[in-house]
């Protein structure tokens, strides 16, 4: 099974997300994939990206986060990074501020698996406290350990 600990090593998470567009923020956090050695096509997997974009509203929380994502063969593994704003990012159609990007490239025979990681996410990210504290982390690293926590626990 594919953990988040996995998918996600230090050079793919910002915890800075300098963007304030929606098309910006989501070309910046795509960019930390772009030397993996699992991407076989990037312009492939940033126009997958660009072209699915959907926004989770975490109406408790007054924040979003969105999880653009293609499925294809761009990608021999499946790859992910996130993008974290302070401010949050305007999304179209999005009435609260998206405060976490998750790009995911997954080729199409692990769809069951990006299906698992999106459920996982939805489900971190409805629990008030840990949205608290992985809005509070400092470094890349301890990011990845709360999500790796967090998802233990699920």
Aim: net charge negative; hydrophobic share 50%.
């Amino acid at each position: 099974m594919i953990t988040v600990a996995d998918l996600l090593p230090p050079g793919h998470v910002l915890l800075d997300l300098a963007a304030t567009t929606s098309r910006a923020a989501i070309d910046e956090v795509a960019a930390l994939l772009k030397s993996d050695p699992a991407v076989d096509d990037w312009d492939a997997l940033l126009t997958g990206v660009q072209a699915v974009a959907p926004c989770v509203p975490e109406e408790s929380g007054g924040f979003a986060l969105s999880i653009p994502h293609t499925r294809g063969e761009c990608v021999s593994s499946m790859v992910m990074s996130v993008g974290r704003s302070a401010a949050g990012v305007s999304f179209p159609g999005v009435a609260l501020p998206v405060r976490y990007i998750f790009c995911i490239a997954v080729p199409r025979a692990l769809a069951a698996d990006y299906l698992r990681i999106v459920g996982l996410l939805a489900r971190v990210f409805k629990d008030p406290a840990a949205e608290r504290e992985l809005h509070a982390a400092t470094t890349s690293d301890d990011f990845i350990a709360l999500l790796a926590r967090r998802e233990a626990r699920l």
